[in-house]
């Protein structure tokens, strides 16, 4: 045998890696491009899918080899589960962007996967993901939008807060000293833009009256309890577009 065939051979024998499993939907032969995840599952993806929806795929595989069988040799490792891998090859195949109907930690595991990918059409989908399963917790959500400094997910944020109850910051009608700890402790969560939007469109006027004169105010400054009202005008500086994001309650 020569030199040739014995390097061919110990590169079979070592493919596919030790104790990895095929995908059970994603395996179509004729698709030549082999990921891995970090669970130990192999998915056979087109390239030119990849190629079309991601920025890292389509550099990383721009020359195609000569040798076909060298692609399926040297399967490409992702740090994902093969379950987000999978939602992720399902999205980039088909004409038209879906919402996937994932939990929250899925959602944002997704979210990396099409930031590391440089996939637009991911991002969006998972956005719109994260926002589906966190209608029950938009506190989170901001808090989340402002950690990827995503302007359009705080907005989504914003209009799922309603007034009294979800805030869960502290009773409206209850003295300001038993509300202003959680809130000051929440805001610190936040980036300095999105603190500064935030309370920039909370900050309302009015009158405050004197200790021993209650008929007569002096001018005072507010922060409105209807977070809702802040959405359409919030702005932290961040990612902006016209399309807004579909709130939908998860329902799995």
């Not at 990895?20 to 998915?43: C, K």
């Not at 992702?78 to 980039?92: E, K, T």
């Not at 109850?165 to 502290?170: K, P, R």
């Amino acid at each position: 045998m020569s030199a040739h065939n014995q390097n061919d051979v110990a590169q079979v024998t070592s493919y596919p890696p030790i104790g990895a499993n095929q995908h059970s939907f994603h395996d179509d032969p004729r698709d030549e491009i082999h990921l891995v995840s970090n669970d130990g599952i192999i998915l056979r993806a087109s390239r030119h899918d990849l190629i079309r929806a991601s920025g890292f795929f389509a550099d990383l595989l721009a020359i195609k080899p000569a040798d076909k069988k060298e692609t399926i040799l040297e399967p490409i490792d992702l740090d994902y589960p093969g379950s987000i891998i999978a939602i992720f090859l399902d999205l980039i195949s088909v004409s038209e962007t879906y919402i996937p109907l994932i939990n929250l930690d899925p959602a944002k595991s997704l979210m990396l996967l099409g930031d590391y990918t440089m996939s637009d059409r991911t991002i969006t989908a998972a956005r719109k993901a994260v926002i589906a399963a966190s209608c029950d917790n938009p506190l989170e959500l901001l808090v989340y939008a402002s950690d990827r400094d995503d302007n359009r997910m705080a907005k989504a944020a914003l209009k799922l807060l309603k007034w009294p109850g979800s805030a869960n910051l502290g009773d409206p009608y209850r003295d300001v000293t038993s509300r202003k700890e959680p809130f000051l402790k929440y805001i610190d969560r936040l980036r300095p833009t999105f603190q500064a939007a935030l309370l920039r469109g909370l900050v309302r006027e009015g009158g405050v009256a004197y200790r021993f004169h209650e008929l007569e105010t002096r001018p005072g400054l507010f922060l409105d309890h209807e977070w809702s009202r802040l959405a359409d005008k919030f702005d932290a500086g961040t990612l902006t577009g016209e399309e807004e994001d579909e709130i939908t309650p998860l329902q799995v």
